[in-house]
């Protein structure tokens, strides 16, 4: 029976793992370590606490029984010597390591001048590393039990107790262990009078299992391209080939010595002289680092370790589409790409969230509890949950919230564009502070995604408050704080562009005033320019072309980026007065001959009420139609007189060019001036 041991990791592995040594490096400092036997992933920055001694497997006297003093004291000596051995060697291979990786790390060289010397020490370091973490150092130390004659006399010339059974047994494992000791010391001593004996290898005992020749080994420097990262095993080593194993001769095999970076060893037929200063630096493929990691992957390591989360998401998609891997290894890492995806998703906004504009967001995770199982709205990308948040600030009670939730199922696919739109969102949002835009509380980190919290309005959508609520509300109020809100949007440093306005996206709180929320294309203007850019116009505009700007969709077909801007905002403003004048409640306000004559009022008008379908929709714009198109609309709760000018208003805001609409602080005076009482109907002059 094999006896179990556990691999030894260099201590100067982990530092070049946790530290921004090597090229390409894009989140030093951190490991994620996955074990799949327990699909337990954790992390961490500091280096893991194990034992240093790369021999512990032989320091058992303690526990020993042995009465001969002089075997026990030649046995811990030689253990000692042989530790000794092995940590200078592990210095050097640190040293000349750290040269190299930093010639990697400032400049691309093809290949690296060691030195005949070193590159001795890199062979014999790295050859008895695998040895060390392989399954045959197990069995050599499974072996060492084995009783032989030579033993028997060598441990009567020491005088020691051999009399009982058990002694014998204990004498012959220690004197083979030191045997084994001896030869491993004699292997790892890098003293250069030791350097000219080229056949030194040839006479490791038997014990050793014929450790191939470091003269016998080509070594190669990778560094991986793109965005795809090496992975980590506990073994520290993956062989090339994935049928090569431990059993037979030395296998070309591989090292991760950053993310970024690996050391191959490849076995020779035949010598090769010890001569060589060179060594070969090849950039590898994307795929071929996939290669390699689905190679590690099929080996079913004890631990992974790895410090991309979307690399190993990669990593574990190649794996798949290659069809490697057994149902039940395929689900573990199938399962670990979900979660890499996810956990990467959290700290993609997180992380912006807290670095962006050194703007801080509060992590409400803990303090907020999602309502019911079902959301109560639904958008282009996130859905809207009513949450309670029971924070200390609260004393104990629960305040309703809202809360804005990234649909998981859209991650897969199109996270990074998700993310970025996100990000983007929150941290605009953030930075608001006005009576008619929704306050935003702060995020919270839900099993899969992510939630934005924001104040709770109880009345829901403006078309609903006027439909089902207060269908005697005053109107061009309301259009008056929507309007306000809009132009603080637009007035903002930089300047802000909501990108999504209508009734839809405009809230009622308990106490009747509008608020404004979703930003769901919204785009800060920073540096460059006065309007934006939108990288996918078609899903970002689902559900809202009723109020696109016929400048957005001629951009559209002629197939070039539609840019937002103010002026697109003003022509949405125009639908939402449309929605707003128009909506009605079967409570009063009409009569049945009214209801029969304009029975959309019962649901309520938007821009291009005739047309069931955005298509319809499309075709109007692009024929010049306005929203109010064969639409017979009524002004509730506006004197005659004053409906008239808001049509107007409406118009202008439907401007076919742009830069003759007006701008939204000259509809804020214009609205203004309709809450005077006894006004004369006043007219849309003000500057555009």
Known sequence: MTTETTPYVPQFLWKFWLSDVGPNRTDPHRLHIFTPDDSNLTETRRIPEEPTDIFRDFNFLESSQLGCDDLRAEYQQT?????????????????????????????????????????????????????????????????CGIVTPAY????????????????????????????????????????????????AILHIEEAFLRLCKPESVEILISVASGKQQYILGRSCYTFLDEGDGDGGKFSDMFFPLTPTTALYLFGR?????????????????????????????????????????????????????NGEGTSTTASLYLALRVRCRQKDLKESVTKT?????????????????????????????????????????????????????????????????????????????????????????????????????????????????????????????????????VSYLHDFKPTVIHGDLKGGNILIDQNGHAKITDFGVSKVIEDFSDVLKLANPTSSFAGSTRWLAPELIWAMVDDV?????????????????????????????????????????????????????????????????????CA???????????ASALCEMMDDCWHKDPTSRPSMNSICQYLGRFTLENSPTPSMTTSR
């Open 79 to 143: 253990l000692h010597e042989a530790n000794e051995a092995f940590r200078i060697l592990e210095n050097e291979a640190e040293s000349i390591l750290s040269q190299a990786l930093g010639a990697l790390t400032t400049r691309s060289p093809t290949s690296l001048k060691l030195g005949s010397y070193q590159m001795s020490v890199i062979r014999k370091f790295f050859v008895f590393l695998w040895y060390r973490n392989s399954q045959r150092y197990s069995e050599a130390l499974t072996g």
């Open 152 to 199: 028997i006399k060598w441990l009567r010339a020491r005088h020691c107790n051999t009399t009982s059974y058990a002694s014998k047994l204990e004498s012959f494992d220690i004197v083979r262990k030191r045997t084994v000791l001896l030869t491993f010391r004699r292997f790892l001593r890098t003293d250069r009078s030791l350097r000219s004996n080229s056949n």
């Open 269 to 321: 037929a035949g010598d090769v002289k010890d001569g060589g200063d060179f060594i070969t630096v090849y950039n590898e493929k994307e795929e071929d680092v996939d290669m390699r990691n689905a190679n590690l992957f099929q080996s079913y390591p004890q631990t992974l370790y790895f410090s991309s989360l979307p690399s190993m998401a990669l990593s574990i998609s190649a794996f798949e589409r």
């Open 353 to 485: 969230l807290i670095l962006k504009g050194t703007i801080a967001i509060a992590d409400l995770t803990d303090e907020v509890r999602m309502v019911g199982d079902t959301p109560i709205a639904f958008g282009g990308f996130a859905d809207v949950w009513k949450g309670l948040w029971s924070g200390p600030d609260h004393g104990g009670d629960e305040t309703n919230v809202a809360v804005k939730v990234l649909r998981q199922q859209m991650m897969q696919d199109v996270k990074d564009k998700l993310v970025k739109r996100l990000k983007e969102e929150v941290l605009t949002w953030h930075r608001l502070s006005h009576p008619s835009i929704a306050t935003l509380f702060g995020i919270i980190q839900l099993p899969v995604t992510l939630g934005m919290v924001s104040s709770w309005c109880d009345h829901g959508t403006i078309k609903h408050y006027l439909r089902e609520v207060n269908p005697d509300a005053d109107r061009v109020n309301l259009l008056l704080q929507v309007a306000s809100g």
């Open 561 to 629: 980026t539609p840019r937002i801007t103010t002026q697109s905002d003003v022509y949405a403003f125009g639908g939402v007065a449309m929605e707003v004048r128009s909506v009605l409640s079967f409570r009063g306000q009409m009569g049945i001959v009214s209801y029969f004559m304009h029975p959309q009022v019962l649901t309520g008008l938007v821009p291009f009420p005739l047309r069931k379908h955005d298509h319809g929709v499309t075709v109007d714009l692009l024929a010049g139609q306005k929203p109010s198109h």
């Open 632 to 642: 017979s609309m009524i002004c509730i709760g506006v004197p005659y007189s004053h």
